[in-house]
């Protein structure tokens, strides 16, 4: 376990250098939620730390996968490739694998961001209870089932679901259109229509 003074000191070393702060995997792993808030604090949103090395491996996917998201993403900033501001600490703090860089602003193509409001009520409960209780009797689920689940538990993306399920991509996004169709989710691919639906402290 790493003390907070030794983690204080190192990303102000990275700061002074002008580069992203570079947490192992456990430092995240054993950072607790005091350490977590007294490092915001101090250094503030402006300052960048580098995605942990299983947000690496998916945005190395992505880079091949959908360049054209990828580059929206990430060719403005090749002197600090993978830099991420501080606020998005507390997705990684403690998530093992779990903690995700929500891609939820693309400016150039079309965003496939969904939160839980972007179920519409009526249709999607019963098809998400009907899933659940397939799903815990132990039946496979589609494509359009488990993008459900997953939505209707928090936000997420279309590439981290496609990347974590094994879900071939155009497949994934194909789930999405039907489930538009049918009713049960929205979809809304302009990053100025999705802050209605997420906010990001600056």
Known sequence: M???????????????AGTPVDFTDEELASMSAEDEAAIIEQFGSTTLMRLPSHERAFHDWLREADPTVWSDLWS???????????????????????????????????????????????????????????FLAGGSLSPEQALTVEISTGPMDVWHF???????????????????EDRIVVHVPKVEHLSTFFSIEE
């Not at 790493?2 to 002074?16: G, K, N, S, V, Y």
């Open 76 to 134: 403005e900033a090749p002197d600090s490739l993978y830099g991420v501001s501080l606020a998005f600490l507390p997705e990684f703090r403690g998530t093992g694998t779990e903690g995700s860089f929500p891609i939820c602003d693309l400016q150039t193509v079309d965003n496939y961001f969904f939160t839980p409001d972007m179920l519409l009520e009526r249709e999607s409960t019963d098809f998400v209870e009907a899933v659940r209780t397939r």
């Open 2 to 16: 790493t003390d907070r003074a030794t983690l204080i000191e190192r990303i102000q070393h990275a700061t002074d």
């Open 162 to 180: 496609a990347y974590r399920r094994g879900v071939d991509l155009a497949r994934a996004k194909k789930a999405v259109a039907s489930l538009v």
